[in-house]
């Protein structure tokens, strides 16, 4: 698992201690993933640990500061894999400051109702994100109509 690009991804929510809703965003690009929709976040880069990228990432393409929480792990210490090529490590976390707006790479941004399952599952998300939407969704205890438990 070398040589592979490194990846953060933000899975912001309305409140680290009792989650309700999830912050997702709508890509422009590339093609094939245009429409789709992924947690934001983007590459890691030189000299950057994964939590300093996903703080500038956010700021970058959302306008906002977070309060960072556990790192939503699937027992890979390179994280979640992408493609052949990159591997995502997915923080929860929780607005600090500003408004979230799509600055870079969306264009619509969606607070999503993390109690109905069915309706988290059921957006057009890109490929490599469903497997992590579900393990977010197991890891918060959700299932329809039902209470999300805390972090």
Do not use: Y
């Not at 590459?43 to 556990?70: D, I, N, P, W």
């Not at 500003?98 to 790479?105: K, M, S, T, V």
């Not at 057009?124 to 299932?143: C, H, K, N, Y």
């Amino acid at each position: 698992m070398t040589g592979l690009i490194g990846v953060v991804g933000g899975a912001v929510l309305d409140s680290l201690a009792e989650p309700c809703r999830l912050l997702v965003a709508r890509r422009t690009a590339p093609p094939q993933f245009a429409g789709m929709w992924e947690f934001p976040g983007g590459k890691v880069e030189s000299g950057e640990t994964g939590e300093q990228a996903l703080h500038r990432e956010l700021l970058e393409e959302l306008g906002v500061s977070v309060r960072l929480g556990a790192e939503l792990v699937n027992g890979s210490a390179g994280g979640w894999p992408l493609n052949e090529r990159a591997t995502m490590r997915v923080w929860f976390a929780e607005l600090l400051d500003g408004d979230p707006r799509p600055l870079q790479d969306h264009d619509e941004l969606r607070w999503i109702n993390l109690r109905n399952r069915a309706e988290v599952i059921g957006l057009p998300w890109i490929p490599a994100d469903l497997p992590i939407v579900e393990a977010l969704l197991d890891r918060l205890q959700v299932s329809d109509s039902t209470a999300v438990s805390a972090l």
